[in-house]
């Protein structure tokens, strides 16, 4: 059998936290570099689906293949760390520690941001012919996206940032949801059919993620999108960071480190004492 048991899964995850806060920063670099590249160029495709078919659930049934390439090649993305590192210290394993973890983040934070903003330059070019014409129809849409995603939720202001931040937490409840789901099988077509489902219901859904959007608004701004980088990091990535930070640690890692790795004594069933009783 392919499946492996909640119990069997939960220990991998904190396997997985500690081999990434001991990771080297040339390997977390490349690693998150990657990460992001990859799942920009996915965002790029959905967003190209979406405009040319006038079908957003295509899009969003297809966006999956992005995350799951860069999770079998071993690459990371912060949404996943934000679950997995922390559980190496919660479960205390030698050596592991929360200055640890916070260098794990940021490393894989400023990979992912550099391996997105590359893929936003590339496409931009695309987009407008070597920035010699105006965007095509793809480029018009990724700057509207832009402006919807930053000044809109500032315009709402306080109930636009809860509206941010409660997105980003619910969307790294599903990718993190994707990334453990993963651990559940052994076999390569095990794990994307797991990863693929939860990942569908984020991107459909509209739900915010750091990474993706550190592709969506760079380069909806060079695509001309009438917002600022201040309007981007205020009302965007900021607040959707933690979110993404919240909802993975809590909704994920915590959950099943809580119920899968230290379980609780069972209670007794009705009429039984607990004591073993030896057959007559």
């Known amino acids: 059998m392919s499946y492996v048991a909640p ?18 920063t040339k390997d977390t670099l490349i690693r998150a570099f990657m990460a992001g590249a990859i799942l920009a160029l996915a965002a790029a495709f959905a967003v190209t689906i979406a405009v040319n078919t006038g079908n957003f659930l295509v899009a969003s049934l297809l966006f999956p293949v992005g995350f799951c390439m860069l999770y079998l090649l071993g690459f990371d993305l912060l949404t996943g760390v934000f679950t997995l590192a922390p559980l190496a210290v ?27 903003l590359t893929t936003a330059v590339f496409m931009a070019i695309i987009f407008t012919m070597g920035f010699s014409q105006e965007p095509n129809a793809v480029g018009q849409k990724i700057g509207q996206i832009g402006e919807a995603r930053t000044l809109g939720y500032a315009a709402a202001g306080g109930a636009g940032m809860l509206t941010v931040f409660i997105r980003a937490v619910m969307c790294n409840w599903m990718v993190s949801t994707g990334v453990v789901a993963a651990m559940m099988s052994s076999s390569v077509s095990g794990k994307i059919m797991a990863m693929w489902m939860p990942i569908i219901v984020f991107f459909y859904l509209g739900f915010e993620h750091s990474i993706v959007n550190m592709f969506l608004f760079p380069s909806g701004i060079m695509l001309g999108g009438q917002f600022t980088w201040v309007d981007y990091f205020a009302y965007n990535e900021i607040p959707v960071v933690l979110g993404n930070l919240v909802g993975g640690l809590t909704f994920v890692g915590g959950m099943i480190y809580a119920t899968h790795y230290k379980t609780s004594p069972k209670r007794n069933a009705p009429g039984q004492s607990g004591a073993y009783v030896p057959a007559e």
Do not use: Y
């Open 7 to 24: 119990q069997e899964f939960a220990a991998k995850m904190i396997d997985a936290g500690e081999s990434k806060i001991f990771m080297s």
């Open 90 to 116: 919660i479960a205390k394993r030698p050596g592991c520690t929360w200055n640890g973890v916070l260098r794990n983040w940021g490393l894989v934070f400023c990979g992912n941001f550099a391996g997105a």
